[in-house]
Structure formats: C-alpha cells, structure tokens
C-alpha cells in the first residue's frame, strides 16, 4: 500500500489526462483502465478530462475513446482549441493555422483571412519546412507577433516510439522572431482553472493524474492541486527524481491510481 | 563620409560573410560587389570569407559565386561543415546528418553507422517532421546526447523573402531533449580564430563584414575584432539600436565598406 496515499484525503475532483494515461500507456492496461473510469465515475467524486490533445477535435478524440470501450462524453472534455477559439474571438485575432487537419473542424467559425497572429498545435506531419516557414514569414510582418501555441509539450508516446509535440516547434517559432509564445493548455493556470470550473471543485480539492511531470504534475501543482504521476505514456524512470517536480505520488497506472482515491479520499 | 570611419586605423586582416553580403542582398550590388571584392584582394589587406552556409558544400558554393563573377576560390573559405568533421573524428562521434543534400559530400569521410550523436544544419526542406522526429529519437536513446550544430542562426534572406535557419531547428531540439547544442560555426569563437589563423592575423587588426547583427558582429566583438554591419541581406532597421551589439559602423553596403577600408586601414 502506498504510504503517501493519505495525502489524497479530501480530494472531491479529479481531473484526468488523456494520452498516456487512458491509451498509448505501454503494457498492461486495456480493460483494467476501461473499469477504473467506470468505477470513477460512479464515485462520489467529480471527473474532468483535461487533455493538451490537439490534433484531433474533441469529437473525433471521444469517438476514438469511445471505441476503445471508454464511457466518456464531449462535453466532459477540456481541451485546448475551444480554448484558443475564445482568445482569438475577444481579441479579434486572424489565425494562420499552423495545425493537424484533425483539429481543424475546431476552428470552423474562426476567420482566417489576411492572418494578425499564428496559431500552432501539435501539426504531426503537417510540421513542413514551408509551412513552418509560412507561420515564421506571417510573425515577422506583424508589428506585434502574437503567437498562440496550444500546450507545450516536450514529447508524447506513440506505439511506434518517442514523437515531438508542438513545444519543440512553438520554441523554434519563438527563437526566430524573438518573441514569447502565449499557451493556452496544460500548464496554462487558466486551462486548469477552467477545467476546475466546469466541475465545480476548488484546486486543494482535486486531483491531477497524468504522465507528464513537468505539464501535468508540475503545472497543477502551481495551482495549488494535488498531482500523481502514472507510470505509464511517456513516463521515464527519472521524472521521480525530477530537479524541480516532485509528485504528490507515482502509481504504476490509472488503476492503481483509482484504486487509492477510492480508498483515501473521503477520509 | 563616415565619421567612424577613423575606427578601422590598422585593420590588417577583413573576413567576410557571404549570404546577403555578396548575395541575396537586395537591390543594388551585383557589378559593384564583385568589382569590391577584386580591390580588396589586390590590396596590402588580408581577406578571409568567414559563413555559416550549411546547404552546399565549398566547392559548390565556390562555384556559385564564380558563375556570379566572384574571384574566389576554395582555399579561402572557412565554413562549419569540415570544422565539425574534426570535431566528429577527433571525438570518435558518428552522427545522424540532419542536413541538406547539398552539404552531405563534406561528411564523405564519416562514418555515420549506429549514430551516437546528432549533426544539425541548414536543411532546408528536409527539416521535416519525419527526419526531426528520427534525430529526436537517436538523442533519447542516448545517455549522454551530443547535438553538433552547424551555426545558429535564425534567418537569412533569400530573393523570394525571409527563410528560416537552423537556429529555431537546433531551438526545437534543445527544448525537445532538455540539452544545449555544441554550436560550430559562428558566432563561436573558435569558428572565428580558425579563420583569423588561415590568413595569419590578430584578432585586434581584423575587421568582420556582415549582415547579421548578432552572429556576425556581436560575435567578431566578442572575439576582440571590430565588425561592420552592411545594411542588406537580412539587414533590419531595428538593428541600429538593437538592445545589445552595436557594430562599430553601419554601411549601405560591401562596396561602402571596402571604400573605406581602403581609406583608412593603414592609416
């Protein structure tokens, strides 16, 4: 039995990342995490999805969960491109899109002629010289380049391996034009908040549970949740002896995780 | 005549860069670069091409510039490529080439099998997602990752606009393995000594020439030499007050700069 598992004592949310956590999460899981959420749900705890996920809308992302067995809804999802349609709306910013065609239906109501900003998500493939390059030549022909990057994100697991996610690629746009990217997204204080909100439930109430110590631990953390890391997605080895994050507690997957609130929570 | 032009008294030696000096840099140029360059080999002053180009290899880029009517030669161009094969021999470190075509005849000679580090340069269009994710993930595979960058530039200027250099792919990188690239080429110091020794002078007597205010000028400085800025090439406004290098003199352009050399060198 974990030790630290009285730390979770009070806990009345939980807010639950998606890759690495619910599928792409290694060996074992499968139907053991199909039934975590089921039970989870079921609890007197409140859940929220909380995912940096942009290459696919949220509707194809829960139709994927969907199929794997996961009784998940849209409107239980917090995600970075709503996120981002709203900035662009108040500010009255014109995106040049740099992102994956799965996510584009997201931005359907958005006007993208003459682009005033550039908005840069997890593009996968569509991470080309030219249209890289497109995104720079757009900044630097704005007096004041604004920059939307959603999520930050170092690395995410696939099967086939390690991939680099859109923080590698928001760094580069951010070196050539000089300038600091907004990110809207894990580990954005607002996108946490806005997720807390949609539950109902105040930070030193809830949870974070993900696989990314700096993003999804260390970043709920500043917001002054709890936050576990499961050992599973892109997990290393090291992330438990990470110089500046250090978890409220590491289980080895979302089961073991559920298995513990279930256990601590209403003590 | 340029009141600062008195600063280059006792100049013996001038490196040049190349890119958006001798071309690609704006209107004007052409029969007077060339006719620059012919009188200031003729003169009593040392000439050294100093450039990070990392697309093409000397000989083929020697023979763009003849066939612009440049009188230039291999010898006498010191360029990042051969310097990172010394390195590369001298460390016993096999790289993965993320490079142009253009540039892979200097790395005939390395052995590139089982790659224990990473060779980045100006790619151009074959910085895709594809072969950064493969460089990625050779760096993540190794205890102690070695990324070799090949300059670190942000930009240059081609006639069809600005171009994103390997700076923000090396940024990319960086970010993505939580590790500092090894930068060859300038503006690192032993890039800019290598040249200086090739042609046999002191840092105090030499002068470097070139378009970018950072790489160029504030690393000639920071080396001891004095530097110009050409206002072509990538050449911005906002460069006469940028907020930490100031060259010692600004010029419309090669022509200009040689004009005063010849001037006021020996005086």
Redo the contacts between chains.
Sequence with gaps: MAPWGKRLAGVRGVLLDISGVLYDSGAGGGHGLRGAIWQLKRSRLKVRFCTNESQKSRAELVGQLRRLGFDISEGEVTSPAPAACQILKERGLRPYLLIHDGVRSEFDQIDTSNPNCVVIAD????????N??NA??VL?ELEKPVLISLGKG??YKETS?????V???M????????IKAEVVGKPSPEFFKSALQAIGVEAHQAVMIGDDIVGDVGGAQRCGMRALQVRTGKFRPSDEHHPEVKADGYVDNLAEAVDLLLQHADK
Excluded: I, T, V
């Design positions: 593009a996968g493939e569509s991470f080309s010289y030219q890289m390059n720079f030549q630097m170092r690395y391996g390690l991939m680099l996610d923080g590698p690629y760094k580069a746009l951010e070196y050539a034009c000089g």
